[in-house]
């Protein structure tokens, strides 16, 4: 029999209390690069992991040229993965912040080829872009648009309901009355709806009102306003799930931080609220701190 020496670089040594070891740790060569299909569909924009798994499901996906529906299939970088008649690539994660300007639709695509809001951010990256929500046309201001399809969903998920913040200017001055009642909430054709706070902008006369929300239903701050007999004028977005247009010139765009990333994740990582605790919170009143007047552009 023979013996290994201890210098041996070959021999095993003995394990010790507390050590792992990484005999059976080893890299499989044949899982390298491989990737969930579900997480390659949400890096190349097309929706959440969840969403990605129903499209699966669904046969709607193939993979070098071979429908795949089953949940947990792996694929490489260099797979050809179709959805929708195109071919969809892992992406590097894009979220560029743009000051909408008015006259400018949010969609990827409009049949009628009016402007849209990928106009003004064609520039800034290889990668395509899809908006975080919408802004109507006559509607200005805080825009996100990412490839991020994970991060998307979450932000407009009404469970979670980014924080947003207008600036409406309307065509007559709101009474106290109304101004509370946005707040106790408004009876919408699509459901109630109410604002999380709601305050006159100083030295405005009453005519112009900052609101503050979570909801993200279609117009919905202008159907409030209507409801109460008041037209809106101007629309404002000054803030969204954060973010704000400072510095950032209407028309301009420009690249979220690293820091900015990470803070967006946080704030709105998957977590499933605690029960009744939806119930529990309750809308602050009008007569909260007034919003400072927005800065002209």
């Known amino acids: 029999m023979s013996r290994v020496s201890a210098s041996d670089p070959e021999a095993r040594k003995p394990f010790r209390k507390g050590e792992r070891s990484n005999r059976f740790a080893l890299p499989n060569p044949a899982n390298e690069g491989l990737v969930r299909l579900n997480r390659y569909l949400a890096q190349a924009g097309v929706g959440s992991r969840r969403e990605a798994d129903e499209l699966i499901a669904s046969g709607a996906v193939t993979v070098n040229g071979k429908v795949v529906t089953e949940l947990g299939t792996k694929v490489r970088p260099e797979d050809k993965v179709h959805f929708g008649g195109q071919r969809l690539s892992m992406e590097?994660?894009?979220?560029?912040?743009?000051?909408?300007?008015?006259?400018?639709?949010?969609?990827?695509d409009d049949p009628q080829e009016r402007r849209t809001v990928m106009n003004l951010v064609a520039a800034a990256c290889s990668e395509r872009l899809y908006p975080v929500g919408r802004l109507d046309r006559n509607t200005t201001g805080v825009l996100l648009l990412t490839n991020d399809g994970d991060l998307a969903k979450r932000l407009t998920h009404p469970s979670h309901g980014a924080e947003k913040i207008y600036h409406a200017t309307l065509d007559k001055a709101m009474t106290k009355a109304d101004l509370e009642q946005l707040v106790k909430g408004v009876h919408l054709d699509d459901g109630p709806a109410h604002a999380v706070e709601a305050s006159y902008v100083e030295d405005s006369g009453k005519r112009e009102v900052g609101l503050k929300l979570h909801m993200g239903r279609n117009r919905v701050v202008r159907r409030m306003f209507e409801a109460l007999g008041y037209e809106v004028v101007k629309l404002d977005r000054v803030m969204f799930a954060g973010l704000t247009k400072k510095e950032l010139p209407r028309g301009h765009w420009r690249h979220l931080s690293e820091k900015e990333v990470t803070l967006l994740a946080r704030q709105h990582a998957t977590v499933k609220p605690r029960p009744g605790a939806q119930a529990a919170r309750k809308p602050r009143q009008a007569d909260s701190p007034r919003p400072r007047r927005p800065r002209k552009d």
């Open 92 to 108: 590097q994660k894009r979220y560029v912040l743009l000051n909408k300007p008015k006259d400018f639709i949010t969609t990827t």
